[in-house]
T-cell receptor
Framework: ETGVTQSPTHLIKTRGQQVTLRCSSQ?????VSWYQQALGQGPQFIFQ???????GRGNFPPRFSGLQFPNYSSELNVNALELDDSALYLC??????????????FGEGSRLTVL | GDSVTQMEGPVTLSEEAFLTINCTYT??????LFWYVQYPGEGLQLLLK?????DKGSNKGFEATYRKETTSFHLEKGSVQVSDSAVYFC??????????FGKGTRLSVIA
């Protein structure tokens, strides 16, 4: 067990709705990364937060946004949901030192289904 | 950009068989290489890693050697068990860049 917890574990939404996914980082970690894993695919990097600021972003549209809080927990928000947003969303925390992100510890993910 | 290509699955083996899952990469510079494992219903777990050429990562009987000349990081295990059934992901990262994953290879081990 990594100490990274995500909620909810499963949820179902309809097209056009908005969703918020939550992640509690492992104690002592200051960096959180979010990944999208479509069925049968490898995880794709969405963005990373370090000290409450976005610090890198993958090829995802602006309707994917995030927050990192002072306690290093994090949220992923997706607006105007589309069917292709159906996926497992993975949160990973790490301890960033001297510009190196460090080893990632993943949560079990939130499985989003968009109907 | 950086990318990882790994053999397509699924791979089905009998218990105690030898396992190889191929992984090759394309990257600028000298990335670190990783194998992650995802057991059913669980998140990704780091299985092993190597940070420079000719390094060998090993864990739980699994091994992989960083081969710069062939840009490869193949995963091997001499004798698989039913409990090794999972999806295996090869990945790379350069410096502070995010992890780039392959598509994953599903392994099923039958008794």
């Amino acid at each position: 067990e990594t100490g990274v917890t995500q909620s909810p574990t499963h949820l179902i939404k309809t097209r056009g709705q908005q969703v918020t996914l939550r992640c509690s980082s492992q104690s002592g970690h200051n960096t959180v990364s979010w990944y999208q894993q479509a069925l049968g695919q490898g995880p794709q990097f969405i963005f990373q937060y370090y000290r409450e600021e976005e610090n890198g972003r993958g090829n995802f549209p602006p309707r994917f946004s995030g927050l990192q809080f002072p306690n290093y927990s994090s949220e992923l928000n997706v607006n105007a949901l589309e069917l292709d947003d159906s996926a497992l969303y993975l949160c990973a925390s790490s301890l960033r030192t001297r510009g190196n992100t460090g080893e990632l510890f993943f949560g079990e993910g939130s499985r989003l289904t968009v109907l | 950009g950086d990318s990882v290509t790994q053999m397509e699955g699924p791979v089905t083996l009998s218990e105690e068989a030898f396992l190889t899952i191929n992984c090759t990469y394309t990257a600028t510079g000298y990335p670190s290489l990783f194998w992650y494992v995802q057991y059913p219903g669980e998140g990704l777990q780091l299985l092993l890693k190597a940070t420079k050429a000719d390094d060998k990562g090993s864990n739980k009987g699994f091994e992989a050697t960083y081969r710069k000349e062939t840009t490869s990081f193949h995963l091997e295990k001499g004798s698989v068990q039913v409990s090794d059934s999972a999806v295996y992901f090869c990945a790379l990262a350069s410096g502070n860049t995010p992890l780039v994953f392959g598509k994953g290879t599903r392994l099923s081990v039958i008794a």
